[in-house]
């Protein structure tokens, strides 16, 4: 004997059906990869302490056509390792050991989000969800150039966006 149940009416649920998610990911690729030992062989012979490690990351928008909600997200990535203060007396300390330059980017779609989250679904979600290709990629890319992979910390998009806000649009000086 079979028995067909229906289940309960939940009112929580809008009538439409639930929404899909606000961004689709279209593509992802390596949009520039440069890397570069400017001493050459001779940074192998004189390089006695790890380097002195800079990361600098940038997020840029562009949207690829007007009235279509389909943007380009560009996660510029600069690693520059200089020689560390530890070779005392040497004329070689501060020398660029390498730089890594990385502009990474994904091709994204917008599914009629609200117009309060469009600029945190770009300049926040998108760079966190294509990061890790960046992290493995510099990580590659110092490994395969004869040196320790530089492998890059987690980074925090939302202070990332904010400071970026705070400078196009610095508070008014006032009293408190």
């Known amino acids: 004997m079979s028995e067909t149940t229906t289940p ?3 009112d929580s649920l809008p009538s439409d059906g639930p929404q899909g998610i606000p961004l689709a990911i279209n593509l992802q690729y390596t949009k520039d990869l440069s890397f570069e030992v400017p001493a050459g062989a001779a940074i192998f012979k004189s390089l006695r302490d790890a380097p002195q490690v800079s990361v600098n990351i940038d ?3 562009d949207q690829l056509e007007e ?3 389909v943007f380009e997200v560009v996660l510029t990535t600069r690693v520059e390792a200089v020689e560390g203060t530890g070779m005392q007396g040497e004329a070689q300390a501060g020398r660029t050991v390498f ?3 990385l502009t990474y980017a994904a091709i994204v779609t917008l599914n009629n989000p609200p117009q309060e989250i469009i600029e945190p679904l770009l300049l926040v979600e998108v760079p966190r969800l294509i ?3 960046v992290r493995s990629i ?3 890319v110092t490994r395969d150039g ?5 492998v890059l910390a987690p980074i925090d998009f939302v202070a990332l966006w904010q400071a ?3 400078a196009q649009f610095p508070e008014p000086a006032g009293h408190a």
């Open 146 to 150: 004869g040196f320790p992979a530089v």
């Open 67 to 69: 009235n279509q909600p």
């Open 138 to 140: 510099i990580s590659d």
């Open 164 to 166: 970026k806000r705070a």
């Open 131 to 133: 990061f890790p290709f």
């Open 8 to 10: 309960p009416a939940n």
């Open 99 to 101: 730089i890594a330059d």
């Open 59 to 61: 997020v840029k928008v």
